[in-house]
C-alpha cells in the first residue's frame, strides 16, 4: 500500500545534511533515512570535514571488513602468529606484496547498553582517527543481535563469530593488555595484537593509551581489542596527535556524541516498530513532548518516595509539567472543550511507581493553564538483565522515543540518560545525585552540554608522568556537573 504522506521524509534532511550516506536499501532498515522527521531539527552544525572523514572512513571498511581479501590476509597473520601454532614466523606472506594492508579495532561489549553504545561511538572516532577498521566481537556480542543495522554501506560491521583467533576472557590481568606489555618492559609496535582495558577500573599503565608517545607506537599493531564502559572520547581530546583533525571533525566540540550517534546508530526494523507503535499511541497526538527518564542506582540509594518528590519539585520548579488545581477537574472532563495544550509525558523506568503516581496525579485533574497531561510508560522491567536481546530491544526503543520528546529529564550519571539526550541533541534537565539517601536541595539542573560525561577520565599527565587532574589540562575538558570525578567536553 501507499506509505502514508507524514511518514514521508523530507529528501533534503533525509542524510542529515551529508551525515549518512545515500547508498542503502532504505526497506531493509526503515528508521536510517525516518528517524530524523521525528526529532527537532538538529541545531548542532555538521562540519564538511567530518562528512568527508566518513565517506573516506566507508571506503575504507568496505577495502577491510570481513569477506575480503584483506582480512582474510590480516586474520591470516594474525593467526600465524599466535603462540598455540609452531609455524608462526610473522614473515610477510610473499603473495600479497603491495597488497592493502588493513588495522583493526576490535570492540568488546561490557555493562549495560547504554554503556555499550557509548563505548562503540567512542571507539569508531579512535577509529576515524587512526585509520582503523571498527569491528563488533560478534562471539560475545550475539545479544546485539537484531538491534542495530550496518552503519557502513555495502559491508558487516560484525566480526564473524569464530573467525577471530583471540577467544579467551579479556581483563584487566590479561597479559596481552597495554598496561601488561609496557609494564614487562616490551616494545608495543611487534604485538600482533594487544587488549586495551579502557574499564572504570583501569591502572596507570593501561591509562598510558591516551599518551601520545603510546599513540606512537600503537599505529604498528594491526589488531587492537578493547573493551570499555566508558565514553572515552573527552580522552582522545588531550592527545596532541588527534588535535588537528579533531578540531576540523569537530569545530564545536559539544556535539560529538550527538552526530556519530546519529550516524551509526540505527534501529532494526523490529525495534523500529515498536519505537512506532510506542509513538503512535503516546506521542503522536500531542502539542508537546516531554520525556522523563528515572534511573535509580544501588550505589546512590533513594527511596520512592523521596525520589518522586524530587522529580515533582523539578518538573513543577522549572515548569516542565503543570501545577494541578485543587479541586478541579481537567477541561476536557468537565465541558467538552478542547484542552488548551496537549502535554504528553513518556516516563522510561525499569520501575512503574513514578509514572502510576504522576499518572494519578494528572488523571482528570485540572492544570492551571488549562493544559491536558497524559503519562504513559512503555515497559517496567522491574531488573536489568545484560545481554538479554529482547530487553535490549525495548530498551534501545525507549531510548529513541524519548529522543524524540522536546523536552528530556533524565538521570544524572546514567549513560542510558546520556544517548537519550545526545540522539535528542537537548541539554537535559538532570536529576542530580541523593545526598545521603535525601533528594539535594536543587533536584535538577539544566545540563551545560548534551556530550556524555567521561566517568574515569585517566588523571594522569603524560608529559610529567605524573598523576594529575584532567578535568583542568585543556580549557574545553571540565568536570561534570552529574559527577564532578567525571570529565565532558564543553
Ligand atoms: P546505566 O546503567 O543507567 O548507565 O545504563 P545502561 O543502559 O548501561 O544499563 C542499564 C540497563 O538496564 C539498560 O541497558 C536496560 O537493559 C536496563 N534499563 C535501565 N533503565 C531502563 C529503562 O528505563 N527502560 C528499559 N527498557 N530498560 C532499562
Not at 603491495?98 to 571507539?123: D, E, F, H, K, M
Not at 576472557?169 to 579502557?198: C, M, N, Q, V
Not at 515533582?312 to 479541586?327: D, M, S
Not at 525495548?394 to 546514567?414: H, N, P, R, W, Y
Request: glycine share 8%.
Amino acid at each position: 500500500g501507499a506509505v502514508p504522506l507524514a511518514t514521508v521524509p523530507d529528501p533534503s534532511d533525509m542524510l542529515l545534511g551529508g551525515l549518512l550516506s545515500p547508498d542503502f536499501d532504505d526497506r531493509a532498515c526503515l528508521s536510517r533515512y525516518r528517524a530524523a522527521s521525528y526529532r527537532r531539527a538538529s541545531r548542532h552544525a555538521l562540519s564538511p570535514h567530518l562528512v568527508s572523514a566518513l565517506r573516506r572512513y566507508e571506503s575504507l571498511h568496505r577495502l577491510c571488513a570481513p569477506g575480503t581479501p584483506a582480512y582474510a590476509r590480516a586474520l591470516e597473520r594474525l593467526r600465524a602468529s599466535s603462540p598455540s601454532n609452531s609455524s608462526g614466523s610473522g614473515a610477510a606472506d610473499p603473495s600479497s606484496a603491495g597488497a592493502t594492508t588493513c588495522s583493526y579495532l576490535v570492540w568488546t561489549p561490557n555493562a549495560g547498553l547504554g554503556n555499550r553504545i557509548l563505548s562503540i561511538a567512542a571507539g569508531f572516532l579512535y577509529a576515524l582517527l587512526t585509520d582503523r577498521v571498527l569491528l563488533l566481537n560478534g562471539s560475545r556480542a550475539g545479544d546485539l543481535d537484531d538491534l542495530f543495522c550496518e552503519p557502513f554501506p555495502g559491508s558487516t560491521w560484525i566480526l564473524p563469530p569464530g573467525d577471530f583467533p583471540v577467544r579467551k576472557k579479556l581483563t584487566i590481568d590479561t597479559p596481552e593488555s597495554l598496561g601488561s606489555t609496557l609494564g614487562r618492559g616490551e616494545p608495543l609496535s611487534s604485538a600482533p595484537w594487544l587488549y586495551l582495558h579502557l574499564v572504570h577500573n583501569y591502572r596507570t599503565p593501561d591509562r598510558l593509551f591516551f599518551c601520545d608517545d603510546t599513540q606512537a607506537e600503537l599505529r604498528r599493531v594491526p589488531w587492537l581489542v578493547f573493551q570499555a564502559d566508558n565514553y572515552f572520547v573527552p580522552g582522545l581530546f588531550l592527545i596532541p596527535r588527534y588535535e588537528r583533525e579533531l578540531s576540523r571533525m569537530f569545530p564545536r566540540r559539544d556535539a560529538v556524541f550527538h552526530h556519530l550517534g546519529h550516524y551509526l546508530f540505527h534501529p532494526t526494523n523490529t525495534v523500529w516498530g515498536m519505537v512506532m507503535r510506542y509513538h503512535g499511541s503516546y506521542f503522536d497526538k500531542a502539542d508537546e513532548r516531554v520525556g522523563i527518564q528515572v534511573r535509580t542506582f544501588k550505589w546512590a540509594p533513594i527511596s520512592s518516595d523521596e525520589f518522586y518528590g524530587q522529580i515533582l519539585k523539578c518538573t513543577h520548579g522549572e515548569n516542565i509539567l503543570p501545577a494541578v488545581v485543587a479541586g478541579q477537574v481537567a477541561n476536557n472532563a468537565s465541558d467538552g472543550q478542547p484542552a488548551a495544550k496537549r502535554k504528553a509525558v513518556v516516563v522510561v523506568s525499569l520501575h512503574g511507581e513514578y509514572s502510576e503516581r504522576l499518572m494519578d496525579l494528572y488523571h482528570e485533574r485540572g492544570t492551571a493553564a488549562g493544559e491536558a497531561v497524559s503519562v504513559f510508560q512503555p515497559t517496567h522491567l522491574g531488573e536489568q538483565h545484560i545481554g538479554d536481546r529482547e530487553q535490549n530491544q525495548k530498551a534501545l526503543a525507549e531510548m529513541v522515543l524519548l529522543s524524540f520528546s522536546d523536552v528530556v529529564v533524565t538521570t544524572g550519571v546514567s549513560t542510558f540518560g546520556y544517548v537519550i539526550q545526545g540522539l535528542a541533541g537537548l541539554r537535559p534537565w538532570v536529576l542530580m545525585r541523593p545526598d545521603h539517601g535525601k533528594p539535594p536541595e536543587t533536584p535538577c539542573r539544566l545540563a551545560p552540554s548534551i556530550e556524555p560525561c567521561f566517568h574515569r577520565p585517566p588523571n594522569y599527565d603524560c608529559r610529567a608522568k605524573a598523576r594529575g587532574d584532567t578535568g583542568r589540562t585543556v580549557q574545553h575538558i571540565r568536570h561534570c556537573e552529574d559527577f564532578p570525578e567525571g570529565v565532558q567536553l564543553l
